[in-house]
């Protein structure tokens, strides 16, 4: 018999890649607001009751809680939605999983973190800059109080599930980069770590099925920038010659990307490591993945 797994908020880059990699070994519900796919059904998990019926009748083995809100600047802009979204809706998810007697996974992420320092492990304590921030650690926090059991990651710059799904840096520049732009400008004080959603969902795996419950930094490996990482890019497109890549201050886009990042978000998978569960690439090494699977013939 295949254990079941509820995930909950599936729609989006990050829950592409948890389908792919779980539904050969488990029995899955996928569920969003936004249906986008045919193995996706309909559920807004703000819905309390809603979201505790369509699990309680599913009576899975593992709760997977997935979605989020995730634009910084949304976040600013619709405080109550985010928290509604990003922090009560978790609140349900733990009361759901323990009220089953099931563990909880739970997608925290690497902006908790205010930058002040320029690493950052699993032990380290998060200072939240902004709503984004704030409303996912509220979520890590009530999880990790209150689950019975449970698996939290932190992820970092997310790259997942190509053109349809990705809304972030990977996708932002392969659309410029296909629509011709020949000068690309990339920021040069913002640090982090790219985490690769296959790779992500793989570690998960390995997590739960080991049942190393607890709180872990996700992401891949090697430390680098949004300047490094575009660079990258660019070489790995062939395209060093064609695209010329300026650097500049996060001030340059302020009227765009006007919620606070930290300058550095870079995290080391240090439990990871320790457990002998870290499935994630070298970061440069999953770019050229990521690029190969989901963008042939996109340029």
């Not at 809706?89 to 323990?98: D, F, H």
């Not at 992420?109 to 921030?133: C, E, M, Q, S």
């Amino acid at each position: 018999m295949k254990k079941k797994i509820y995930i909950a908020g599936c729609g989006g880059m990050l829950g592409e890649a948890f389908y792919a990699q779980f539904k050969d070994d488990y029995e899955l519900k996928c569920t969003d607001k936004d249906v986008n796919e045919t193995w996706l059904s309909f559920l807004d998990f703000r819905d309390f009751e809603a979201y505790k019926r369509d699990v309680t009748a599913f009576a899975p083995d593992y709760l997977f809680h997935l979605g989020a809100y995730t634009d910084l600047e949304f976040c600013e802009l619709n405080v109550d939605d985010t928290y509604n979204t990003n922090t009560l809706a978790v609140e349900n998810a733990v009361s759901l999983a323990n009220s089953l007697d099931i563990p909880l996974l739970y997608i925290s992420t690497a902006g908790i973190f205010d930058g002040k320092k320029d690493l950052y492990d699993d032990w380290d304590t998060p200072n939240p800059l902004g709503v984004y921030a704030r409303s996912k650690y509220m979520g890590e926090r009530f999880v990790v109080e209150n689950a019975q059991r449970y698996v939290v990651c932190r992820a970092g710059w997310m790259m997942g599930a190509g053109p349809a799904k990705d809304k972030k840096f990977i996708q932002k520049l392969m659309k410029q980069i296909k629509e011709g732009r020949k000068e690309l400008f990339i920021v040069n004080d913002k640090d982090g770590t790219p985490t690769y959603t296959h790779d992500f969902a793989k570690t998960v795996k390995e997590l739960i099925q080991k049942e190393y419950w607890g709180l872990y930094n996700c992401v891949c490996g090697g430390q680098t920038s949004r300047l490094e990482v575009a660079q990258e890019l660019v070489k790995l497109l062939g395209k060093e010659a064609d695209v010329r890549i300026t650097p500049v201050g996060s001030d340059h886009f302020k009227d765009v990307y006007f919620a606070e990042r930290p300058p550095s978000e870079r995290l080391l998978t240090k439990k990871l490591d320790l457990r002998g569960v870290n499935q994630m690439k070298e970061w440069r090494l999953a770019l050229a993945q990521y690029i190969t699977d989901y963008y042939a013939g996109y340029i």
